[in-house]
């Protein structure tokens, strides 16, 4: 992982034309507030490129922002600086890697001698080609010697002290183009792109998680192990894992069959811990909610008596004692706290219809579904029962097969004081032993649940048949009423005359008062017409019971506000949670009736 690192700056500008960020060892950027559009560092503060040992290139100068050049002196000539208000002499693209710079306008006196004198300030210069017509390239040994180099652009050159104007000249410096330089930026950028790809690879081995051990193949000293393990509760998901691949591996044959039988029946075992462990979370959340819930009233006890703190202090014998300060205060916290306090309060009625909904759909399905589901218990039961039974025995011819291929192979042998064998046949008895006593409970409680089951068909039948009889008395009894309505002629204007207008309106009340006397806070319009919907799904009508179709919410509301004395309406809420709710009200109304 220690790995020697080159320029960063060379690095990062690799990297850039890669199209990858740099990366150090720990994953982090090399260098700060990196920048791939810019293809340098951003951030850092401007700096005179003549500075000696300058290694990072300086951000681009905004055009708005002027640079305030100086006369430089050297031993045998004078460089003077240009107009600041023309603008920036012209460059080219600079090419990839570029050490090597143009310099033009030079005076048709100058040497070389004069030209190193003045680069060399720029920076080590490694060669210098000089032409007949006033110009030359100059190659340099970094690339940042090259944006020193152009920093010198536009200024006037004058040798010594002449006027002549074979001793004056204005400079241009651009960049150049150079093989050599091409050469080395793509060797270099090679070089680093290796360096990056190397560093990523370690860094992504020492981030990948290890491989899981490999799994042993089966033999029987591995078995025991695994057996062991499947009894123990914290070693219990490794033995699985282990058995599971034994079994997709295709260990499973004839004469190990057995021991896998005995591993799976071993992981069967766990069901139940399993099935008592979910039930114990689901106890420690209920508890976890009912001490929410407690938690929550106490709190919003608490905001209630600070809210009637702010309002007696509000009153008008304590109000008018206060400043104008203190009073302002004391209505913007008896704000905030009543608008916590209703927060608070929508929450908590909202766990309690939460609770209520539960209460109610839980109460609907045990009436409708106690008795199917019982039977269904139970006869799933006989049938598991029945199934262990079989595989018991199975399990029993198995042991006596393998018992007597081991005293056949005995016979043959003649190896009566082997002590192995005699071991083996021991525990296949002792097994054997288990298994009958085994075979015999579940034999016995098998015909225990098939007793109950009878028991409860009989119930059943005569339930049945008592329901018959009460549909028959129903039967007469709606018979009597119509012929009693046909006879007596006063009656039917009565009845014409009351709020409830037919029989399924009468059922509609019935059904509505029961649903609201369990509901003593109240219920919405839409939640008891869902509920009655829901009802009419769940429940068969006789023949002659009429159901409720297409039950509308006007109707249902209409028939609820006529029936003034059964029904009462009430607001409940503050503010946006606002609700409309429908209340039972017969037993007041009996008193003033």
Not at 358 to 374: G, H, P
Not at 473 to 500: F, G, H
Not at 544 to 552: D, H, Q, T, V
Request: charged share 30%; glycine share 4%.
């Amino acid at each position: 992982m220690t790995l020697p690192m080159s320029d960063p700056t060379a690095w990062a500008t690799a990297m850039n034309n890669l199209g990858m960020a740099p990366l150090g060892i720990a994953g982090q950027p090399i260098l700060p507030d990196f920048d791939p559009a810019l293809g340098m560092m951003t951030g850092i503060p401007p700096i005179t490129p003549m500075m000696p040992g300058l290694g990072i290139v300086p951000p681009p100068i905004p055009p708005d922002m002027p640079v305030v050049k100086e006369i430089i002196h050297c031993k045998s000539c004078t460089l003077f600086p240009p107009n600041p208000n023309l603008p920036p002499p012209a460059t080219r693209e600079r090419p990839p890697g570029c050490k090597t710079v143009f310099v033009g306008g030079l005076p048709e006196n100058g040497t070389e001698q004069i030209i190193v004198e003045v680069f060399e300030q720029c920076g080590e210069i490694i060669a210098i080609r000089k032409s007949k017509k006033n110009f030359c390239h100059i190659r340099f040994a970094e690339e940042y010697m090259v944006d020193k180099a152009l920093y010198l652009s536009g200024y006037r050159i004058r040798l010594g002290s002449s006027t002549d104007k074979k001793d004056t000249g204005r400079l241009h410096v651009d960049f150049a183009q150079a093989r050599d330089d091409l050469y080395e930026w793509e060797c270099k950028q090679r070089m680093l792109a290796r360096e990056e790809r190397h560093r990523r690879r370690m860094e992504e081995e020492r981030l990948r998680p290890p491989s899981p051990p490999p799994v042993v193949h089966y033999s029987d000293h591995e078995c025991s192990i695994v057996a062991e393990k499947l009894k123990d509760d914290s070693k219990f998901s490794e033995a699985v894992q282990t058995l599971l691949t034994w079994i997709e591996r295709g260990e499973v044959n004839r004469r190990s069959a057995n021991n896998f039988y005995s591993m799976i029946q071993s992981a069967n075992s766990h069901v139940r811990r399993l099935v008592n462990e979910k039930a114990a979370h689901e106890k420690d959340m209920e508890e976890a909610k009912e001490k929410f819930k407690q938690a929550l009233s106490g709190i919003l006890i608490q905001f209630e008596q600070i809210v009637a703190v702010y309002h007696s202090a509000s009153k008008q014998k304590a109000w008018d004692h206060f400043t104008k300060a203190q009073r302002k205060n004391i209505s913007v916290w008896c704000k905030q706290a009543e608008e916590i306090r209703n927060i608070h309060n929508d929450e908590l009625m909202g766990i309690r219809r939460e609770e209520e909904m539960e209460m109610s759909d839980d109460e609907i399905e045990e009436t409708t579904e106690t008795k199917e589901t019982e039977e269904s218990a139970l006869v799933s039961q006989a049938e598991a029962l029945k199934e262990e039974n079989d595989s018991l025995r199975w399990q029993l011819d198995a042991y006596r097969n393998e018992v007597e291929l081991l005293k056949q192979e005995q016979g043959k042998a003649h190896r009566e004081d082997d002590p192995n064998k005699e071991q083996q046949l021991k525990l296949l008895q002792q097994a054997l032993q288990g298994m009958q006593q085994h075979l015999l409970k579940v034999q016995e409680e098998y015909k225990r649940k098939e007793a109950e089951l009878e028991k409860i068909k009989d119930d059943k039948l005569q339930v049945e048949k008592m329901l018959e009889n009460l549909k028959e008395k129903e039967s007469c009894a709606s018979r009597l009423c119509a012929s009693s309505q046909e006879s007596d002629y006063p009656l039917e204007k009565t009845m014409n005359s009351s709020p409830v207008k037919s029989e399924r309106e009468a059922l509609l009340v019935g059904i509505i008062s029961t649903f609201l006397h369990v509901h003593p806070f109240g219920a919405s319009i839409e939640y008891i017409c869902s509920y009655l919907h829901r009802l009419d799904n769940k429940l068969s009508y006789p023949s002659n019971f009429c159901s409720i179709p297409l039950i509308c919410t006007s109707d249902v509301e209409c028939l609820m506000s006529r029936l003034q004395h059964t029904f009462k309406q009430e607001m409940t809420g503050v503010g946006a949670s606002l609700e409309k709710r429908w209340k039972f009200c017969g037993f007041e109304g009996l008193k003033l009736t």
